[in-house]
């Protein structure tokens, strides 16, 4: 009967190791990468062979997690990196790491660098400024209160805003636009004189253009849009029936 051989090949983790901070530190792509890479460790000669495309089939991940994972135990000292990959036609290895739990080639002792590593701390100094006063004791500013809805603007202070082109005016107090003149256009309350002596003192209900009471523009010329015009045209023209001497 064959008795089991006295020394079986396994990975080892020592509780310092696992308790830490570096450890503590890794997602479990990177300690499940860690455990890999001890495996592969013969025992003599610290080399270990992993090329990117064999670190994602053995954690069953893509590419982003692969790379996430090596970088992560890279920068923890857990490995190291002592030749990268080469893709030429005489050599073509993957890249060639060092366990830094174990010794090196050359016979020298376990670097463990993963024991001294520790996490960047954030800086707690208080800002201060020139005159000395931390910001934690200034005082925010305070923002204005905003009016409840439904007040009406008449009793809201400082809302009132200038219109364009106009100083201190409200849009809906502003004149009306004026309409276009035209030929025997009279402002409102003047009475002017057409070429022909009448007086323009009669207004198109319309157009609001000035006209004789005859319904003749300043040029002489009969005014079209005004129904009451035309009316006062044809009672000018028709002719007056003659007295009896």
Known sequence: ?????????HVRIYRHELESPAYLSLCPDARSLLVEMRSLYNGRENRVFMSLREIMRRLNVGRFRAETARDELIDRGFIRLVEPAAFTRKSRHAPVYLLTNEPTRE????SKEFMSWRPEKKSSVLVSSTDGVDEQHREKPKQAKKPPLGVDEQHRQGQKRPSLGAADQHTDSLPPPTPEKRSGWVEPGHVWKARSGALLNTQCATCRVWITPSGLEFDGKSHKCDPASKKAAELKNRPQPRTAS
């Open 1 to 9: 009967m064959s008795k089991r051989p006295k020394y079986e090949p």
């Open 107 to 110: 016979g020298g002792s376990a």
